[in-house]
């Protein structure tokens, strides 16, 4: 079956700008995870959904970044008024449930210039 | 405080040796134990799970668990070049916690 996937691949923005970033969990997975990866860096925890709702925002960085996860399935990252900071590679997980094996996708890496 | 520590390497290996990762952790009571794979520019790959003390074998790769002194250990029999990567630790600590903690990862060079 299909995997994670996420959406775009690559995204450059200007600073300031806003961005949005997409996840596709695997069917049937009602946990979701995004984390960001800096160039180097281990995974940062952002932000965990279990179906439509998300018990941990902890990782938010600020309240720039904001995330929605619709009819317990796609997910959207959304950063707003990027700063250069922001750049890394943006990763989302999915799993059967809490604690249980994460599946990844691809990745979107962010440049913000 | 949840932490997984592992070496940050390189781990340098011959083609054909046995490469040993390992990986510490301080919550006693995880539960669950997972290895990604990292190769450079890509996302991470599950490429193995323990919940028990012992050993787990699939292929060319061996977990171990040892919940006792809290560590888990990756060994890759056979090394290719092609294991080269950096080698992720993961553990489902005890309820209360969203998600896997991660360690930083051990890089794996395999040199043919």
């Known amino acids: 079956g299909a995997g994670v996937s996420q959406s775009p691949s690559n995204k450059v923005t200007e600073k300031g700008k806003d961005v949005e970033l997409r996840c596709d969990p695997i069917s049937g997975h009602t946990a979701l995870y995004w984390y960001r990866q800096s160039l180097g860096q281990g995974l940062e925890f952002l932000i965990y959904f279990q179906g439509n709702s998300a018990p941990d925002k902890s990782g938010l960085p600020s309240d720039r970044f904001s995330a929605e996860r619709t009819g317990g399935s796609v997910s959207t990252l959304t950063i707003q008024r990027t700063q250069q900071e922001d750049s890394a590679v943006y990763l989302c997980a999915s799993s059967f449930g809490q604690g249980q094996e994460q599946f990844f996708g691809p990745g979107t890496r962010l440049t913000v210039l | 405080q949840k932490e997984v520590e592992q070496n940050s390497g390189p781990l340098s290996v011959p083609e054909g040796a046995i490469a040993s990762l390992n990986c510490t952790y301080s919550d006693r009571g995880s539960q669950s134990f997972f290895w990604y794979r990292q190769y450079s520019g890509k996302s991470p790959e599950l490429i193995m799970f323990i919940y028990s003390n012992g050993d787990k074998e699939d292929g060319r790769f061996t977990a171990q668990l040892n919940k006792a002194s809290q560590y888990v250990s990756l060994l890759i029999r056979d090394s290719q070049p092609s294991d080269s990567a950096t080698y992720l630790c993961?553990?489902?600590?005890?309820?209360?916690?969203?998600?896997?903690?991660f360690g930083k990862g051990t890089m794996l060079l395999v040199s043919p």
């Open positions: 993961a553990v489902n600590p005890p309820s209360g916690y969203s998600t896997l903690t």
